[in-house]
């Protein structure tokens, strides 16, 4: 198998070589729910490591959790775990089964399908970005369809759909359609569809990262029942707060595990840049931290201070009037009467729990939906309400005129991304905004400094990590400068 060509087991592939089943640990543990041994995993045939003959252990009922920096390689490692690809080297072994190997002649990888899909019957995966796992437009449906896939009884099924959507607060949600959903409520949805299927290992890639405080609370009470029902967990995250609760934390750089052990015993290391930089941010936030309600009504004094030493002559940034956005066929409103006004240098932040509307706040102001009423006006251009023009041509034209002034990076910075490099996607919205070829060349470069992107100028966006990619798309943004 070519380095660069990756097998993907399929799960309606036909049975393949015989596997070989693991015997159980002779430290008397029980048998592991994975073993990986000298696994390596190249994106680019070879010549850069996602992962460098690696060597990892998961027994049952264990809580592993996985730290390490953007690009260290927890997602492709979290993908090997899960049996949704296969390493260019090494032997990976999943729930008893040896589902990929090394040939004795080094010639490439011996992969059993069969092996691949017995196994991927009882692994649950939680994929960074939930959207990739959402395949119907009702939340029930989508819940079952794994346990139907796994030919599950109907009656089996009618107990553990719901069951599974009780246990991450979205039973209230049955009938509704998870992509007008947000992107935590996702989350949710994609974790119940796991859990629906019984899994004997769960593997989760940053399953919190679009929640709120009290949904990354609710994901940790989940996984601690799961394990003490015997269920392997593996955990990738780089939120501390959670790597606490572990039972074992691990912690990856450039593919390689630096750091192994109990929660005490790694997280107190300063010396691993994963480490002490969380625990530099953690700090920052404690001693600046205050109330949710204080904080609000800080911010909303501030931009008052800030109006009035601006003077009452100069124009918003942005302003809204009673704005208000409903989905088409939604029962209620998303947004209701929504008002407010950010003048130039200000700082808006905006919070809420998962489902409050602040993505879909945000399309609003990037024109990329249309209010329901009220009025929205955005770097000087109306959007929305009385003064908003009615002819199509001025309104198209306003619209490009307002693509040049705002910037937006989506919740998903995949979608943001589409060119063969970095650097070409950097520099798509200078080269549209008529600038020389050597201001866009150095747009690109200063964009992708600041952000301390520069060694991936020549990788593929679609190779890089969720982290870096999110990386990447704000560099797209900052390269046009926008003035909002």
């Given amino acids: 198998m070519s380095q660069s060509q990756h097998f993907q087991p399929s799960p309606s592939s036909a049975a393949g070589q015989a596997n070989t089943a693991s015997p159980a640990d002779k430290a008397g543990k029980p048998a592991p729910s994975a073993r990986l041994a000298d696994i390596s995993f190249s ?56 589902v990929c190997s090394s040939k004795d002649s080094g010639q490439g990888q011996r992969v059993d399908v069969h092996a691949y899909r017995q196994a991927r019957q009882h692994i649950g995966m939680v994929f960074q970005n939930p959207e990739d796992q959402i395949v119907t437009t009702v939340v029930q449906d989508d819940v079952a369809f794994g346990p139907e896939n796994l030919g599950a009884p109907r009656q089996a099924m009618l107990a553990s759909v719901p069951a599974a959507l009780e246990q991450v607060g979205l039973l209230s949600h049955s009938d509704s359609d998870p992509t007008r959903m947000s992107g935590g409520q996702q989350q949710r949805l994609t974790l119940a569809g796991s859990l629906a299927m019984g899994p004997e290992m769960l593997v989760l890639d940053e399953p919190g990262a679009m929640l709120d405080a ?27 707060e959670q790597a606490q609760q ?20 790694v997280l107190a290391r300063q010396d691993l840049p994963a480490i002490s930089q969380a625990h530099r941010q953690a700090s920052d936030w404690a001693q600046h931290s205050k109330p949710a309600a204080d904080l609000l009504d800080e911010s909303a004094a501030s931009l008052a201070a800030d109006s009035a030493q601006s003077g009452d002559h100069a124009a918003p940034i942005l302003k809204l009037a009673d704005l208000s956005y409903r989905f088409p066929d939604a029962s209620r409103e998303t947004l209701s009467q929504v008002s407010l006004e950010v003048r130039a240098g200000q700082t808006l932040a905006i919070i809420g729990r998962n489902g409050s509307g602040k993505s879909t706040l945000a399309k609003l102001i990037c024109a990329l939906a249309q209010p329901t009423s009220g009025s ?71 964009a992708m400094d600041l952000l301390g992107i520069i060694d991936l100028a020549d990788r593929s966006p679609f190779d890089l990590s969720g982290g870096q990619q999110r990386l990447v798309a704000i560099a797209g943004v900052v390269a046009c400068t926008p003035s909002s």
């Fill in 376 to 446: 929205l006006q955005v770097a000087g251009i109306p959007l929305a309400g009385p003064d908003q023009p009615k002819a199509k041509r001025e309104r198209r034209r306003l619209l490009k005129l307002l693509r040049q002034r705002v910037g937006y990076v989506m919740q998903y910075p995949e979608h943001q991304l589409f060119a063969e490099t970095v650097a070409q996607d950097i520099a798509y919205g200078p080269n549209n905004l008529g600038y020389t070829p050597s201001q866009v060349q150095q747009r690109v470069d200063d």
């Fill in 214 to 240: 009290a949904g990354r609370q609710d994901i940790q009470a989940i996984l601690r029942r799961s394990t003490s029902q015997g269920t392997a967990v593996v955990h990738i995250t780089h939120l501390l």
């Fill in 43 to 98: 994106y680019d045939g070879g010549q850069t490591w996602a992962l460098d003959q690696l060597c990892l252990t998961v027994y049952p009922g264990e809580h592993l959790c996985i730290l390490g920096a953007n690009g260290s390689g927890k997602s492709t490692l979290g993908r090997i775990l899960s049996g949704a690809v296969a390493p260019d080297r090494g032997q990976v072994e999943l729930l008893g089964q040896v």
């Fill in 246 to 265: 572990a039972d074992r934390v691990i912690v990856l750089d450039h593919g390689r595990i630096v750091a192994s052990g109990s929660p005490e015993q």
